[in-house]
């Protein structure tokens, strides 16, 4: 198990590590991973996800 845990602590930090080097680069993308997260959002009013995508129901 130990492998693995440290497998899943190394991809969390590249990505991570990803994500702070789009940002200081100014890359802000909407890219949810899953299509069901904005269901879980409280951020509606200041996303721009329905830029790229039509509204759908129950989101």
Do not use: I, K
Not at 10 to 24: E, H, N, T
Not at 27 to 46: E, F, G, I, Q
Request: proline fraction near 5%; charged fraction near 25%.
């Amino acid at each position: 198990m130990a492998d693995d845990w440290a497998a899943l602590v190394s991809y969390w930090r590249d990505v991570l590590a990803s994500l702070g080097a789009q940002f200081r680069q100014g890359y802000s993308a909407v890219d949810p991973v899953r299509r069901d997260t904005c269901r879980y959002c409280t951020l509606h009013p200041v996303c721009r996800v329905h830029e790229l995508r039509p509204f759908e129901a129950g989101e």
